[in-house]
């Protein structure tokens, strides 16, 4: 297919072609767009898809090109007051990638599971500061933390509240920052109690003519637990819901948000093409330009997701410039940490850090190890991301056959936060490789005990 007939069915050919024959430079065109050179580039390649109607008009009026001719009506159709057109698609849900939700009743031991939930109770407790008597119970086992989450989880999204009791007077909001608190320092026995708690209370207060912004933080919370633990099934769910419900509280961070959790999830369905267009589409939304510095600190958590995303198709240099203008919002927002509650917050410092998994992901662990030089963990905001730091790079020595480097590098992610390097698949299954790959240590061999892999 030639140039011309491609330019009829292609948009982004037809502005890249209507753009030089106007003579107008990549930045001359996002200037009268409103977006980057960069991202006017993306979408003249096909990139970044354009389909979005919104970001059709205004192509269509700076190139006065005919609407008609990238698919749009002359005139938007008005019904009733109100203009329809197309609403934007997402993805259906792919096939389960993964063995199913967790079950407690298959084959698992329902007292073992109330004891587990007992202990769990004390947890909380404790961390609440509410006095706790001495039981004698054992101390909560940490590698069966994940599948005890995901269980609670999926009960309190499908309305089984039997075991969820929401303590009178109890504050919403001061129970999200609690469980946002737990989430950052890998508390996730405390969250295991809190967070379903937190999803009960939400739905209760939405119902009752509040506010849904605190339905939908509770949901963005769950999704990003559920990414972590590997239930991409609940996730999907999760995200779906508080999309909706960011979209019913009218609040453009959290929309966006949940625009990324559900590019995360794409992702890893190897939906490649989906998710960089999600994420693209949700960081050149009109809503998040002309913002304050939150809002550009969302534009680059967005464009750092289609940056991993891209690793992951293969695309390096795809990757690489999509990180570069990720950092480069962060620079221009200065060094201090935006957004933490948004799955660690946005800055050069945690630009930084997922530039270690992508590269790992592109294909070469060297480069990975080397961005992670470029890191002070204790730079990093929160506990969370400093185990992310040291799991990324066991990761990167795992694929380079580093193995006593690996084990020490999942040693210091245990060190810094156990329950989460205890419950976490990801790591289960780089343990699990280390151990029928060669040589076994005795840390190797404990660390295989205490997350479950040997038993």
């Known amino acids: ?3 011309g007939s491609r330019a009829q069915t292609d948009p982004g050919e037809l502005v890249r072609r209507t753009r030089k024959e106007q003579r107008l ?27 979005d109607v919104t970001v059709l008009r205004v192509f269509a009026n700076a ?44 084959g698992e031991d329902p007292v073992r599971r109330r004891q587990l939930l007992a202990n769990l109770a004390v947890t909380v407790a404790a961390t609440a500061g509410a006095p706790v008597l001495h039981s004698g119970r054992p101390p909560v086992n940490e590698a069966a933390l994940g599948k005890i989450l995901v269980a609670r989880l999926r009960d309190a999204m499908l309305g089984l509240h039997h075991d969820i009791t929401v303590p009178s007077g109890a504050a919403p909001n001061t129970d999200l920052s609690r469980a946002l608190t737990d989430f950052h320092t890998c508390r996730y026995g405390s969250l295991a109690v809190r967070l379903p708690r937190l999803i009960h209370a939400g739905h209760a207060h939405s119902a009752s003519g509040g506010d ?25 769910m999760a995200a779906d819901r508080a999309r909706q419900t960011a979209e019913a509280a009218g609040d453009v961070l959290l929309v966006a948000e949940a625009a990324r959790q559900l590019a995360v999830l794409a992702r890893k369905a190897d939906w490649h093409e989906q998710a960089m267009s999600i994420a693209l589409t949700a960081a050149d939304h009109p809503g998040l330009r002309g913002g304050g510095p939150d809002h550009a600190a969302e534009r680059g958590l967005l464009i750092q997701s289609a940056a991993y995303t891209a690793a992951r198709a293969g695309d ?7 990180t570069g203008e990720a950092a480069a919002i962060a620079g221009e927002l200065g060094g201090t940490v935006l957004l933490r509650d948004h799955g660690g917050g946005f800055s050069p410092t945690t630009v930084q850090l997922h530039l270690i998994s992508a590269e790992n992901s592109a294909g070469d662990p060297s480069t990975a190890l080397a961005a992670a030089r470029a890191v002070a963990p204790q730079s990093l905001p929160s506990t969370e991301r400093r185990a992310r730091y040291y799991t990324d790079i066991a990761a990167a020595y795992g694929r380079w056959g580093r193995r006593d ?7 210091a992610a245990e060190h810094h936060a156990p329950e989460e390097t205890h419950a976490r698949p990801a790591v289960k299954s780089l343990v699990s490789g280390l151990l029928v790959s060669g040589r076994v240590t005795t840390e190797l061999r404990g660390l295989a005990a205490r997350t479950g892999v040997l038993v």
């Open 25 to 51: 430079t990549l930045a001359q065109l996002g200037k009268l767009t409103g977006y980057s050179p960069a991202q006017v580039s993306r979408y003249e390649r096909g990139i970044s898809p354009l389909t």
């Open 63 to 106: 190139l006065g090109i005919a609407p008609q001719a990238l698919g749009l009506t002359p005139q938007p159709d008005i019904r009733h007051g109100r203009v329809i057109g197309p609403t934007t698609a997402y993805p259906r849900l792919p096939a389960s990638k993964v063995a199913g939700t967790a079950r407690w009743e298959d």
């Open 405 to 411: 480097d690996c084990v020490r590098a999942l040693l």
């Open 212 to 236: 849904c912004a605190l339905l939908a933080q509770s949901y963005l919370l769950a999704t990003r637990m559920l990414i972590k633990l590997d239930e991409q099934q609940l996730g999907w």
């Open 316 to 322: 390096a240099a795809g990757m690489r410039e999509l």
């Open 1 to 3: 297919m030639d140039a």
